[in-house]
């Protein structure tokens, strides 16, 4: 008598839990992967927000990195290491090689569709590349969202919206 794979995962779900936790505790790079792979409907089932954001807007996985050796090569060849996230530099491409670099995870969050791109020293840039700049000169006097609001909403220029505290009046326009 054969068993299907559902039986034998129900069987057997404790027991793959905690064999993939382990694998995932051992290689953080198989847990990105596997991330990867569901969001973009590769693997297992993408959550509705997954579908929307990725699937529905053609962001695919090339094929090389459908195999987790290849992946896994590929990132520890060019830059990896704990702590750090993949991150997609233009987010209207998939994941490919050319596309891919690994960032900390403040940067990774400055990297989204939504986060305003502007031109600073006459290179396109996102703002929240330009705020890092400024909090290392130790220039930023508000939160990365305020300067997001004001650049975004109030249109202020770039300086202006890191460098004057909250609550102060802005002199210029």
Same mark, same amino acid.
């Given at each position: 008598? +054969?068993?299907?794979?559902?039986?034998?995962?129900?069987?057997?779900?404790?027991? $793959?839990?905690?064999?993939?936790?382990?694998?995932?505790?051992?290689?953080?790079?198989?847990?990105?992967? @596997? @991330?990867?792979?569901?969001?973009?409907?590769?693997?297992?089932?993408?959550?509705?927000?997954?579908?929307?954001? !990725?699937?529905?807007?053609?962001?695919?996985? #090339?094929?090389?990195?459908?195999?987790?050796?290849?992946?896994?090569? %590929? #990132?520890? +060849?060019?830059? %990896?290491? @704990?702590? $750090?996230?993949?991150?997609?530099?233009?987010?209207?491409?998939?994941?490919? =090689?050319? /596309?891919?670099?690994?960032?900390? =995870?403040?940067?990774? @969050?400055?990297?989204?569709?939504? +986060? =305003?791109?502007?031109?600073?020293?006459?290179?396109?840039? $996102? $703002?929240?590349?330009?705020?890092?700049?400024?909090?290392?000169?130790?220039?930023?006097?508000? =939160?990365?969202?305020?300067?997001? /609001?004001? &650049?975004?909403?109030?249109?202020?220029? &770039? !300086?202006?919206?890191?460098?004057?505290?909250?609550? &102060? *009046?802005?002199? /210029? *326009?």
């Amino acid at each position: 008598m +054969s068993i299907s794979c559902k039986e034998y995962y129900q069987a057997h779900k404790e027991k $793959l839990a905690e064999y993939y936790k382990a694998r995932r505790q051992k290689a953080p790079l198989y847990a990105t992967w @596997q @991330q990867m792979l569901i969001r973009t409907g590769h693997k297992g089932v993408p959550k509705p927000h997954d579908i929307k954001n !990725y699937i529905d807007r053609g962001i695919d996985v #090339c094929d090389a990195w459908t195999n987790y050796r290849e992946f896994e090569s %590929w #990132c520890l +060849s060019h830059g %990896w290491k @704990q702590g $750090l996230q993949l991150d997609r530099i233009n987010n209207d491409v998939g994941y490919e =090689p050319d /596309n891919c670099r690994f960032v900390t =995870p403040a940067q990774n @969050q400055h990297n989204k569709r939504d +986060s =305003p791109k502007i031109v600073y020293n006459g290179e396109m840039t $996102l $703002l929240g590349d330009v705020y890092d700049i400024f909090v290392k000169n130790d220039m930023a006097k508000v =939160p990365y969202q305020t300067a997001s /609001n004001r &650049v975004k909403r109030l249109k202020w220029n &770039v !300086y202006d919206a890191i460098t004057i505290p909250s609550g &102060v *009046k802005r002199t /210029n *326009k």
